[in-house]
Protein backbone atom coordinates (compact mmCIF):
# COMPACT_ATOMS: atom_id res chain seq x y z
CA UNK A 1 0.00 0.00 0.00
CA UNK A 2 0.96 3.67 -0.50
CA UNK A 3 1.04 6.47 1.92
CA UNK A 4 1.07 10.20 -0.07
CA UNK A 5 1.93 12.83 2.29
CA UNK A 6 0.12 16.08 0.49
CA UNK A 7 -0.23 19.75 1.38
CA UNK A 8 3.39 20.12 2.10
CA UNK A 9 4.64 23.64 2.66
CA UNK A 10 8.17 22.43 1.64
CA UNK A 11 10.19 19.43 0.86
CA UNK A 12 13.81 20.06 2.36
CA UNK A 13 16.75 17.90 1.24
CA UNK A 14 15.26 17.07 -2.06
CA UNK A 15 18.41 15.08 -3.79
CA UNK A 16 17.58 13.19 -7.12
CA UNK A 17 20.76 11.73 -7.27
CA UNK A 18 22.53 11.17 -3.69
CA UNK A 19 25.76 12.73 -2.98
CA UNK A 20 27.68 11.26 -0.33
CA UNK A 21 28.46 13.61 1.94
CA UNK A 22 28.88 17.69 1.57
CA UNK A 23 31.53 19.69 3.18
CA UNK A 24 33.17 23.76 2.70
CA UNK A 25 30.39 26.27 1.07
CA UNK A 26 28.01 23.95 -0.41
CA UNK A 27 26.86 22.99 3.59
CA UNK A 28 25.22 26.00 2.78
CA UNK A 29 22.89 24.48 0.00
CA UNK A 30 19.95 22.96 0.81
CA UNK A 31 17.60 21.76 -2.13
CA UNK A 32 14.11 22.22 -1.82
CA UNK A 33 10.79 22.02 -3.47
CA UNK A 34 7.54 24.25 -2.29
CA UNK A 35 3.83 23.08 -2.23
CA UNK A 36 4.95 19.55 -2.64
CA UNK A 37 3.72 15.73 -1.94
CA UNK A 38 5.69 12.30 -1.50
CA UNK A 39 4.70 8.74 -2.00
CA UNK A 40 6.49 6.32 0.20
CA UNK A 41 5.69 2.52 -0.97
CA UNK A 42 6.54 -0.09 1.85
CA UNK A 43 9.53 1.74 3.65
CA UNK A 44 11.23 3.73 1.07
CA UNK A 45 10.64 7.05 -0.53
CA UNK A 46 8.76 6.52 -4.19
CA UNK A 47 8.61 10.07 -5.67
CA UNK A 48 7.78 13.21 -5.05
CA UNK A 49 7.36 16.87 -6.22
CA UNK A 50 5.43 19.84 -6.36
CA UNK A 51 1.70 21.05 -7.01
CA UNK A 52 -1.30 18.71 -6.55
CA UNK A 53 -0.35 15.18 -6.05
CA UNK A 54 -2.11 12.40 -7.52
CA UNK A 55 -3.66 9.68 -5.53
CA UNK A 56 -5.65 6.11 -5.65
CA UNK A 57 -8.43 5.61 -3.77
CA UNK A 58 -6.53 2.58 -1.66
CA UNK A 59 -4.24 4.71 -1.12
CA UNK A 60 -3.54 6.00 2.26
CA UNK A 61 -3.51 9.58 2.30
CA UNK A 62 -1.66 11.79 5.41
CA UNK A 63 -2.25 15.37 5.32
CA UNK A 64 0.75 17.31 6.40
CA UNK A 65 -1.41 20.76 7.16
CA UNK A 66 1.19 22.97 5.78
CA UNK A 67 4.10 21.96 7.53
CA UNK A 68 7.64 20.90 5.90
CA UNK A 69 9.24 17.37 5.57
CA UNK A 70 12.48 16.80 5.86
CA UNK A 71 14.54 13.54 6.06
CA UNK A 72 14.63 12.30 9.96
CA UNK A 73 17.62 12.75 12.13
CA UNK A 74 20.96 10.13 11.65
CA UNK A 75 22.61 10.86 15.13
CA UNK A 76 26.58 9.22 14.35
CA UNK A 77 26.95 8.84 17.69
CA UNK A 78 25.75 8.00 21.03
CA UNK A 79 25.93 5.95 24.14
CA UNK A 80 22.27 5.47 24.70
CA UNK A 81 22.58 1.96 25.74
CA UNK A 82 23.82 2.58 30.07
CA UNK A 83 22.41 1.69 33.37
CA UNK A 84 20.75 3.76 35.72
CA UNK A 85 21.85 7.78 35.41
CA UNK A 86 24.64 10.43 36.91
CA UNK A 87 22.77 13.61 38.45
CA UNK A 88 24.73 13.24 41.41
CA UNK A 89 27.82 13.71 39.58
CA UNK A 90 26.78 16.66 37.92
CA UNK A 91 26.69 18.12 41.52
CA UNK A 92 30.16 17.35 42.62
CA UNK A 93 30.69 19.36 39.33
CA UNK A 94 28.37 22.22 40.15
CA UNK A 95 30.70 22.23 43.63
CA UNK A 96 34.06 22.26 41.34
CA UNK A 97 34.99 19.06 40.46
CA UNK A 98 36.47 18.70 36.85
CA UNK A 99 34.96 15.79 34.72
CA UNK A 100 38.84 14.66 35.08
CA UNK A 101 38.52 14.52 38.55
CA UNK A 102 35.27 13.28 39.10
CA UNK A 103 37.14 10.47 36.88
CA UNK A 104 40.00 9.49 38.71
CA UNK A 105 37.64 9.36 42.07
CA UNK A 106 36.18 6.28 40.32
CA UNK A 107 33.42 8.10 38.98
CA UNK A 108 32.47 9.25 35.64
CA UNK A 109 32.35 6.13 32.78
CA UNK A 110 33.72 3.28 35.97
CA UNK A 111 30.61 4.88 37.91
CA UNK A 112 28.64 3.90 35.03
CA UNK A 113 30.24 0.46 34.72
CA UNK A 114 29.48 -0.71 38.49
CA UNK A 115 26.13 0.21 37.32
CA UNK A 116 25.78 -1.79 34.46
CA UNK A 117 27.73 -4.56 35.97
CA UNK A 118 24.42 -5.17 38.09
CA UNK A 119 22.20 -4.67 35.79
CA UNK A 120 20.55 -7.76 33.89
CA UNK A 121 20.76 -8.16 30.38
CA UNK A 122 16.61 -7.94 30.03
CA UNK A 123 16.88 -4.80 32.08
CA UNK A 124 19.30 -3.21 30.64
CA UNK A 125 17.61 -3.76 27.50
CA UNK A 126 14.36 -1.87 28.77
CA UNK A 127 15.99 0.66 30.20
CA UNK A 128 17.63 1.44 26.79
CA UNK A 129 14.24 0.77 24.84
CA UNK A 130 12.64 4.05 26.56
CA UNK A 131 15.54 6.30 25.37
CA UNK A 132 14.95 4.62 21.78
CA UNK A 133 11.38 5.58 22.04
CA UNK A 134 12.01 9.14 23.50
CA UNK A 135 14.76 10.19 20.53
CA UNK A 136 12.17 8.51 17.79
CA UNK A 137 9.91 11.01 19.05
CA UNK A 138 12.65 13.66 19.20
CA UNK A 139 12.80 12.98 14.73
CA UNK A 140 15.58 10.36 15.09
CA UNK A 141 15.13 7.97 12.46
CA UNK A 142 18.78 6.01 12.36
CA UNK A 143 21.51 5.99 15.26
CA UNK A 144 24.94 4.65 16.52
CA UNK A 145 25.30 2.96 19.66
CA UNK A 146 28.86 2.53 21.50
CA UNK A 147 29.33 0.01 24.12
CA UNK A 148 32.32 1.04 26.60
CA UNK A 149 30.43 1.02 29.63
CA UNK A 150 31.19 -2.62 30.30
CA UNK A 151 34.85 -2.92 30.25
CA UNK A 152 35.12 -6.62 30.42
CA UNK A 153 34.10 -9.04 27.91
CA UNK A 154 31.44 -10.21 29.25
CA UNK A 155 29.58 -7.06 30.23
CA UNK A 156 30.83 -5.26 26.75
CA UNK A 157 29.12 -8.37 24.78
CA UNK A 158 26.36 -7.61 27.00
CA UNK A 159 26.05 -3.89 26.07
CA UNK A 160 26.88 -5.41 22.29
CA UNK A 161 23.70 -7.87 22.87
CA UNK A 162 21.41 -5.25 23.82
CA UNK A 163 22.41 -2.78 21.42
CA UNK A 164 21.87 -5.99 18.43
CA UNK A 165 18.24 -6.64 20.04
CA UNK A 166 17.32 -2.89 19.95
CA UNK A 167 18.19 -2.98 16.42
CA UNK A 168 15.73 -6.04 15.86
CA UNK A 169 12.83 -5.03 18.10
CA UNK A 170 12.51 -1.36 17.02
CA UNK A 171 12.09 0.27 13.89
CA UNK A 172 15.28 2.39 14.13
CA UNK A 173 18.08 1.74 11.66
CA UNK A 174 20.92 1.14 14.37
CA UNK A 175 24.40 0.73 13.73
CA UNK A 176 26.77 -0.67 16.60
CA UNK A 177 30.42 0.39 17.65
CA UNK A 178 32.37 -1.96 19.93
CA UNK A 179 34.32 0.68 22.56
CA UNK A 180 36.32 -1.43 25.13
CA UNK A 181 38.64 1.54 24.93
CA UNK A 182 36.18 3.48 26.81
CA UNK A 183 38.46 3.96 29.99
CA UNK A 184 40.75 1.90 32.13
CA UNK A 185 38.58 -0.62 34.63
CA UNK A 186 39.93 0.27 38.20
CA UNK A 187 41.87 -3.40 38.21
CA UNK A 188 43.85 -2.39 35.52
CA UNK A 189 44.57 0.88 37.02
CA UNK A 190 48.38 0.71 37.02
CA UNK A 191 48.53 -1.92 33.83
CA UNK A 192 47.11 -0.28 31.32
CA UNK A 193 49.04 -2.16 28.94
CA UNK A 194 47.24 -5.05 30.16
CA UNK A 195 44.07 -3.99 29.49
CA UNK A 196 44.96 -3.12 25.63
CA UNK A 197 46.24 -6.94 25.41
CA UNK A 198 42.38 -7.70 26.99
CA UNK A 199 40.77 -5.51 24.39
CA UNK A 200 43.21 -6.91 21.52
CA UNK A 201 43.41 -10.43 22.53
CA UNK A 202 40.42 -11.15 23.69
CA UNK A 203 37.64 -8.82 23.56
CA UNK A 204 37.56 -8.24 19.99
CA UNK A 205 37.89 -11.05 18.77
CA UNK A 206 34.58 -12.20 21.25
CA UNK A 207 32.81 -9.21 19.48
CA UNK A 208 33.64 -10.20 16.21
CA UNK A 209 33.27 -13.55 16.89
CA UNK A 210 29.48 -12.82 17.13
CA UNK A 211 29.12 -10.26 14.76
CA UNK A 212 28.34 -7.54 17.17
CA UNK A 213 29.97 -4.50 16.09
CA UNK A 214 30.21 -2.16 12.26
CA UNK A 215 32.37 -0.09 13.89
CA UNK A 216 35.32 0.02 16.74
CA UNK A 217 35.98 3.49 18.73
CA UNK A 218 38.81 4.55 20.92
CA UNK A 219 38.57 7.41 23.45
CA UNK A 220 42.27 8.98 22.49
CA UNK A 221 42.89 11.92 24.98
CA UNK A 222 44.52 13.18 27.71
CA UNK A 223 44.16 10.95 30.84
CA UNK A 224 42.88 7.76 28.11
CA UNK A 225 44.35 6.02 25.82
CA UNK A 226 47.34 7.28 24.18
CA UNK A 227 48.01 7.38 20.26
CA UNK A 228 50.02 4.43 20.49
CA UNK A 229 47.50 2.11 21.94
CA UNK A 230 44.93 3.73 19.71
CA UNK A 231 46.91 2.58 16.80
CA UNK A 232 47.46 -1.07 18.23
CA UNK A 233 43.53 -1.33 19.03
CA UNK A 234 42.41 0.33 15.78
CA UNK A 235 44.69 -2.11 14.03
CA UNK A 236 42.93 -5.19 15.68
CA UNK A 237 39.62 -3.81 14.96
CA UNK A 238 40.71 -3.70 11.38
CA UNK A 239 41.46 -6.97 10.84
CA UNK A 240 38.68 -8.16 12.58
CA UNK A 241 36.47 -6.80 9.94
CA UNK A 242 35.90 -3.39 12.15
CA UNK A 243 35.24 -0.13 10.80
CA UNK A 244 37.66 2.59 13.10
CA UNK A 245 35.69 5.88 14.36
CA UNK A 246 37.65 7.82 17.40
CA UNK A 247 36.47 10.06 20.34
CA UNK A 248 39.48 12.80 19.72
CA UNK A 249 40.71 15.87 20.84
CA UNK A 250 37.86 16.83 23.53
CA UNK A 251 40.13 17.39 26.36
CA UNK A 252 43.02 18.48 24.69
CA UNK A 253 45.63 18.14 21.21
CA UNK A 254 45.62 14.12 21.50
CA UNK A 255 46.82 12.89 17.96
CA UNK A 256 43.65 11.23 17.69
CA UNK A 257 42.45 12.71 14.61
CA UNK A 258 46.04 12.04 12.94
CA UNK A 259 45.74 8.62 14.09
CA UNK A 260 41.69 8.14 13.02
CA UNK A 261 42.90 9.76 9.50
CA UNK A 262 46.06 7.42 9.32
CA UNK A 263 43.16 4.05 10.02
CA UNK A 264 40.30 5.71 7.53
CA UNK A 265 38.21 6.32 10.29
CA UNK A 266 34.50 6.80 9.01
CA UNK A 267 34.59 9.98 11.62
CA UNK A 268 36.94 11.49 14.38
CA UNK A 269 34.43 12.87 16.54
CA UNK A 270 34.29 15.58 19.35
CA UNK A 271 36.93 17.89 17.56
CA UNK A 272 37.03 20.97 20.72
CA UNK A 273 40.47 20.95 20.10
CA UNK A 274 41.55 21.44 16.26
CA UNK A 275 44.53 23.66 15.22
CA UNK A 276 46.03 23.88 11.61
CA UNK A 277 47.69 20.37 11.58
CA UNK A 278 44.44 18.63 12.17
CA UNK A 279 42.68 20.66 9.73
CA UNK A 280 45.40 19.95 7.31
CA UNK A 281 45.22 16.21 7.71
CA UNK A 282 41.49 16.17 7.47
CA UNK A 283 41.35 17.62 4.36
CA UNK A 284 41.67 15.47 1.63
CA UNK A 285 40.49 12.52 3.54
CA UNK A 286 37.86 10.54 4.05
CA UNK A 287 37.26 10.93 7.62
CA UNK A 288 33.87 12.81 8.97
CA UNK A 289 34.54 15.07 11.87
CA UNK A 290 31.69 14.94 13.93
CA UNK A 291 31.28 17.53 16.56
CA UNK A 292 29.01 17.26 19.72
CA UNK A 293 28.02 20.32 20.91
CA UNK A 294 25.71 18.63 23.56
CA UNK A 295 28.85 17.68 25.29
CA UNK A 296 30.21 21.13 25.48
CA UNK A 297 27.02 22.85 26.81
CA UNK A 298 26.42 20.05 29.65
CA UNK A 299 30.19 19.92 31.09
CA UNK A 300 30.87 23.77 30.24
CA UNK A 301 33.79 22.84 28.11
CA UNK A 302 35.16 24.84 24.85
CA UNK A 303 33.00 24.35 21.35
CA UNK A 304 35.06 23.14 18.88
CA UNK A 305 35.34 25.46 15.71
CA UNK A 306 33.12 24.47 13.47
CA UNK A 307 33.32 27.61 11.10
CA UNK A 308 37.42 27.12 11.15
CA UNK A 309 36.24 23.76 9.31
CA UNK A 310 33.60 24.44 6.83
CA UNK A 311 35.87 27.35 6.18
CA UNK A 312 38.36 25.12 5.11
CA UNK A 313 36.36 23.48 3.17
CA UNK A 314 35.55 20.11 5.36
CA UNK A 315 31.70 18.61 5.61
CA UNK A 316 30.97 18.53 10.10
CA UNK A 317 28.35 16.62 10.92
CA UNK A 318 26.62 17.22 14.26
CA UNK A 319 25.67 14.15 16.77
CA UNK A 320 23.89 13.77 20.34
CA UNK A 321 26.62 11.99 22.09
CA UNK A 322 23.25 10.78 24.40
CA UNK A 323 24.85 9.17 27.38
CA UNK A 324 25.00 9.83 31.56
CA UNK A 325 27.96 11.31 31.75
CA UNK A 326 28.90 14.76 29.44
CA UNK A 327 25.07 15.12 27.72
CA UNK A 328 22.34 12.98 28.90
CA UNK A 329 20.09 13.70 26.25
CA UNK A 330 19.50 12.57 22.61
CA UNK A 331 17.54 15.78 21.64
CA UNK A 332 18.60 16.82 17.98
CA UNK A 333 16.34 19.67 17.59
CA UNK A 334 18.45 21.30 20.52
CA UNK A 335 21.85 19.74 18.81
CA UNK A 336 20.62 21.80 15.93
CA UNK A 337 20.28 24.62 18.11
CA UNK A 338 23.43 25.00 19.57
CA UNK A 339 24.47 24.18 15.85
CA UNK A 340 23.36 27.82 15.53
CA UNK A 341 24.09 29.37 19.10
CA UNK A 342 27.31 28.17 19.89
CA UNK A 343 28.92 27.04 16.79
CA UNK A 344 28.04 29.92 14.59
CA UNK A 345 26.71 27.29 11.52
CA UNK A 346 23.80 28.46 9.47
CA UNK A 347 20.41 26.65 9.70
CA UNK A 348 20.56 25.07 6.47
CA UNK A 349 24.64 24.11 7.45
CA UNK A 350 23.12 22.74 10.51
CA UNK A 351 20.32 20.22 8.65
CA UNK A 352 22.91 19.02 6.12
CA UNK A 353 24.99 18.20 9.30
CA UNK A 354 22.33 16.37 11.15
CA UNK A 355 21.15 14.35 7.81
CA UNK A 356 23.01 13.76 5.24
CA UNK A 357 26.17 13.82 7.04
CA UNK A 358 25.46 12.24 9.93
CA UNK A 359 24.63 9.24 7.88
CA UNK A 360 27.78 9.25 6.38
CA UNK A 361 29.46 9.07 9.90
CA UNK A 362 27.68 6.20 10.56
CA UNK A 363 28.28 4.26 6.61
CA UNK A 364 24.25 4.42 5.82
CA UNK A 365 24.83 7.77 3.44
CA UNK A 366 23.37 5.22 0.32
CA UNK A 367 19.80 4.60 2.31
CA UNK A 368 19.42 7.64 4.64
CA UNK A 369 20.16 11.53 4.99
CA UNK A 370 18.12 12.62 1.89
CA UNK A 371 14.66 13.04 0.04
CA UNK A 372 15.85 10.83 -2.60
CA UNK A 373 14.03 8.29 -4.69
CA UNK A 374 15.01 4.76 -2.91
CA UNK A 375 15.71 5.87 -0.16
CA UNK A 376 14.44 4.48 3.30
CA UNK A 377 10.96 6.42 4.32
CA UNK A 378 12.60 8.34 7.89
CA UNK A 379 11.06 11.55 7.71
CA UNK A 380 9.74 14.60 10.18
CA UNK A 381 6.83 16.14 9.09
CA UNK A 382 6.94 19.99 11.16
CA UNK A 383 4.11 22.36 12.13
CA UNK A 384 3.73 24.88 10.10
CA UNK A 385 7.00 27.62 10.36
CA UNK A 386 7.59 30.59 8.84
CA UNK A 387 10.65 29.28 6.95
CA UNK A 388 13.24 26.08 8.02
CA UNK A 389 15.51 28.43 10.06
CA UNK A 390 12.66 28.61 12.10
CA UNK A 391 13.23 25.17 14.04
CA UNK A 392 16.49 25.72 15.35
CA UNK A 393 16.04 29.40 16.35
CA UNK A 394 12.57 27.82 18.21
CA UNK A 395 15.21 26.67 20.44
CA UNK A 396 13.70 24.16 23.44
CA UNK A 397 10.50 24.32 21.79
CA UNK A 398 9.98 21.12 19.07
CA UNK A 399 8.65 22.02 15.76
CA UNK A 400 7.79 18.21 14.82
CA UNK A 401 4.17 17.32 14.27
CA UNK A 402 4.80 13.16 13.15
CA UNK A 403 7.69 11.08 12.32
CA UNK A 404 7.67 8.92 9.57
CA UNK A 405 10.23 5.58 10.05
CA UNK A 406 9.97 3.11 7.75
CA UNK A 407 7.42 4.52 6.00
CA UNK A 408 5.03 4.19 8.97
CA UNK A 409 3.43 7.05 11.17
CA UNK A 410 5.17 6.83 14.44
O1 LIG B 1 31.62 11.03 24.41
N1 LIG B 1 34.37 11.23 25.97
C1 LIG B 1 34.14 10.07 26.28
N2 LIG B 1 32.97 9.47 26.41
C2 LIG B 1 31.72 10.08 26.53
C3 LIG B 1 31.39 10.39 27.93
C4 LIG B 1 31.02 9.18 28.62
C5 LIG B 1 30.64 9.36 30.06
O2 LIG B 1 31.05 10.32 30.75
O3 LIG B 1 29.92 8.47 30.49
C6 LIG B 1 31.62 11.26 25.61
O4 LIG B 1 31.53 12.42 26.03
FE1 LIG C 1 30.98 9.92 23.04
Known amino acids: MRLVLKNISRLLMVEPEPKSWIAGVEMTEVNSIENGWLVIENDKIVCFGGGEVISFTDDEVLDCNGGMVMPAFCDSHTHLVYAGSREREYEDKIR ?27 ELFEQSLSRIDEIIRSGTGAVEIKSGYGLNTSDELKMLRVIKRLGEETPLTIKSTFLGAHAFPSAFKDDTEGYVRLIIEEMIPAVAEEKLADFIDVFCDRGFFTVEQTDRILEAGIKHGMVPKIHANELDYSGGIQVGVKHNARSVDHLEFVGEDELAVLKGGKTMPTLLPGASLFLGLTYAPARKMIEAGLPVALASDYNPGSSPSGNMELIMSLGIMQLKMLPTEVLNAVTRNGAYAMGIEETHGSITPGKVANLIITIPMPGFGFMPYSYGTSQIQKVIINGKIQ
Open 96 to 122: GLSYEEIARRGGGILNSARLLSETTED
